[in-house]
């Protein structure tokens, strides 16, 4: 087939939805770039110094266990930009890289939780909980965009958000747009309003499985009471954007996984989903790091960072960057 006709055919069904993860990850990458002076301006204003009281006995070397896991995942995650790859090895990278980027998230929440004096949380559903509680019950000083939640039963198209936003807004929102640009709020409450609906469909998957779901003769019911799926949406905690992280990170890996392969053969959008993603990891990190030196000190934090740039060689990529900024800023 002549590859001119090839990249000029109509999309289909696997490209279209790689437009739409693409378009959703993009967004969020571009509200943070814009966002940088402001993420920078609230870490400072918070003050974290005394909003987080320095933990004196947090055991510093699980500490430093989970930032160097979380670190090397986010290594393994730029080695496209590292290797100097091109798009055709990154197309297939890009199959796991939201599995890096979830995890490098997931293994520095650890480190700050050990930073506290905490315990681990180790299963995912059980730590996306805590997270969703964290920013809910304002425990910790999440900052915008974490800041935002969703929460609600989808069936009745009645979620609900903790920030202002226009649901008819939100309704006529087209995930093969980019609304970002004129929307910010719009655009986060469409993240969030598509992934609690997805944990809805899979609670309820998992409750028929269960065979909770039957007739009075002991047949499989086929459809819900309404009751019983305002039970069910109850029953799931706050929906936040690290719900989507990890949404993603099961998309790419297991339920669309071919997706990442078949639906890129547009060279541009490879490319952009990739750095989106990584740029998403890493103001994500550079949040979470913030608190971690709060809590451990920032000179405890810095040599910590320190001693795994100088054993990455030639790495200058992720925590290599971000540790000029974790300086610049005095958090």
């Not at 609900?160 to 709020?185: A, G, M, Q, Y």
């Not at 069910?232 to 099961?250: A, E, G, P, V, W």
Request: hydrophobic share 35%; with cysteine; proline share 2%.
């Amino acid at each position: 087939m002549d590859s001119t006709k090839w990249e000029l055919s109509e999309p289909d069904d696997e490209e279209m939805k790689f437009e739409v993860y693409t378009n959703y990850i993009s967004g969020l990458s571009y509200l943070l770039n814009s966002s940088y002076k402001s993420i920078v301006d609230q870490l400072t204003n918070i003050d974290l110094k005394h909003t987080i009281l320095q933990n004196n006995q947090a055991n510093k070397s699980e500490v430093q266990k989970f930032l160097n896991n979380s670190w090397n995942s986010e290594r393994i995650l730029n080695s496209p930009k590292e290797l100097n790859l091109d798009s055709s090895f990154v197309k297939f990278a890009n199959h796991w890289s939201p599995v890096l980027a979830y995890y490098s998230i997931f293994l520095c929440f650890q480190s700050l939780f050990l930073s506290l004096g905490w315990e681990k949380i180790i299963e995912h559903r059980s730590f996306l909980d805590k997270v969703s509680s964290l920013i809910n019950k304002k425990r910790l000083p999440f900052i915008y965009p974490w800041t935002h939640l969703c929460w609600g039963c989808s069936y009745y198209k009645k979620e609900k958000f903790n920030f202002d936003v226009n649901l008819s807004e939100v309704n006529k929102f087209s995930p093969l747009t980019n609304p970002v640009f004129s929307n910010e709020s719009v655009f986060i409450a469409k993240i969030l309003r598509t992934t609690r609906r997805k944990q809805e469909e899979y609670r309820e998957l998992i409750w028929k499985r269960g065979g909770k779901v039957k007739n009075v003769d002991g047949s499989r019911k086929k459809i819900y009471r309404l009751k019983e799926k305002q039970m069910i949406s109850d029953n799931i905690q706050k929906t936040s954007l690290f719900d989507f992280l990890y949404r993603l990170r099961i998309r790419s890996n297991y339920e669309d996984a071919d997706i990442f392969f078949m639906g890129t053969r547009n060279q541009a959008t490879v490319i952009n989903y990739f750095r989106s993603l990584t740029n998403i990891t890493n103001y994500s990190l550079f949040f979470i790091e913030s608190l971690i030196a709060s809590a451990i000190g920032v000179n405890n934090f810095i040599d910590i960072a320190n001693t795994f740039i100088k054993s990455s060689g030639n790495y200058n990529y992720g925590i290599a960057r971000r540790i000029e900024k974790h300086i610049d800023s005095n958090v």
